[in-house]
Structure formats: structure tokens, C-alpha cells
């Protein structure tokens, strides 16, 4: 990972209205963030070719697809060596319940969010192809009752943009 790439207010304001809605037209954003469309154009453009932006998204409720039961799953593998936790990583993100994969410090090694039908699949998931994979050493899992999500990644508080006030 390189350093940090210098943001300013219009960079922040602009990636804040495409995390919030990734299909606006270059017109309209440049309208929202007030430069003109060329300048935001080279801007977004300068955004993605320094890594800023690393693609858009859409957003897919899975209970609206059928997978309705959505769980944490915390695994330890072991050995924990790079060999190990490559493959495991490619195992899991080939499956098609898995949404995220976390590898993380602390208790557990990964955090891993699937979406499956109901209690059944989950156990078949669980059961079947995780506890069957040599490496996995143990897991808990965690049904989620409520997910929230922020709107977008904010800018440090001397970037964000000053709000116009109406008299």
C-alpha cells in the first residue's frame, strides 16, 4: 500500500455523492459539488487512476433474492501461514453464500458474512463445507438480526464542506 493520497473539500464531497449514488451522471455531480463538468470529469478520473475509487456497486437485498438468514461466521485456521490462509481465503470466496471475508486480529482469524435460505442451509454450509476443511480449527457463528450500514466514508472534519444555512 502507497502513501495516502491529499484530498481536498470537492474531492470528499464528490466521492461522499457517487458512495451515496455510484450511477450519477458527470452532470449532475458536477452540479452537486460546483465545478464544471470537465473539471469534475478529470477529477473523478484523477481519483480512480490513484486508487481512491476502486469501482462502483449495487446494492442487492438478499432476503429480496431468497437468502433471507444472513450470519457471522468467526473461523481459526491452523497452521496460520500464508500458504494456509491463501487457500482458505480462496475457498470461501469461491462459495456462493459468502458476501465478505475479513481476516482479522484477535480471537477469531476471520470473519466471514454469508447469506443462505434459512437455518438448514446455514447448517449444511457449516456442517458440510466449512467444519469439513482441514484448516478450520474451530468456528462460532452468529445469526445477524439487524444490519446497518453507513452512508458513505466521511472526510476528516477540516475537509468537510461548509453547509449553506437559508436566512
Known amino acids: 500500500m502507497g502513501d495516502p493520497v491529499e484530498l481536498d473539500s470537492v474531492d470528499w464531497a464528490i466521492l461522499e455523492e457517487l458512495q451515496n449514488d455510484a450511477t ?8 452537486r459539488v460546483g465545478l464544471a463538468p470537465s473539471s469534475c470529469l478529470q477529477r473523478v478520473r484523477r481519483l480512480r487512476e490513484q486508487g481512491v475509487i476502486t469501482g462502483s456497486h449495487t446494492d442487492v437485498n438478499p432476503a429480496a433474492t431468497g437468502l433471507a438468514l444472513e450470519a457471522v461466521v468467526a473461523v481459526n485456521v491452523r497452521p496460520h501461514t500464508r500458504q494456509i490462509v491463501d487457500q482458505f481465503r480462496e475457498f470461501v470466496m469461491a462459495q456462493p ?22 437455518t438448514t442451509h446455514l447448517q449444511e454450509f457449516l456442517v458440510d463445507k466449512l467444519a469439513s476443511r482441514t484448516e478450520v480449527r474451530n468456528f462460532t457463528s452468529s445469526i445477524v438480526l439487524e444490519q446497518l450500514h453507513t452512508r458513505a466514508l466521511t472526510p476528516p472534519k477540516h475537509l468537510r464542506p461548509k453547509r449553506r444555512t437559508r436566512p
Open 24 to 31: 450519477l451522471p458527470n452532470r449532475t455531480l458536477a452540479e
Open 97 to 118: 453464500e459468502t458476501r465478505s471475508l475479513l481476516h482479522v486480529s484477535g480471537q477469531a482469524d476471520f470473519l466471514l458474512h454469508v447469506a443462505v435460505q434459512d
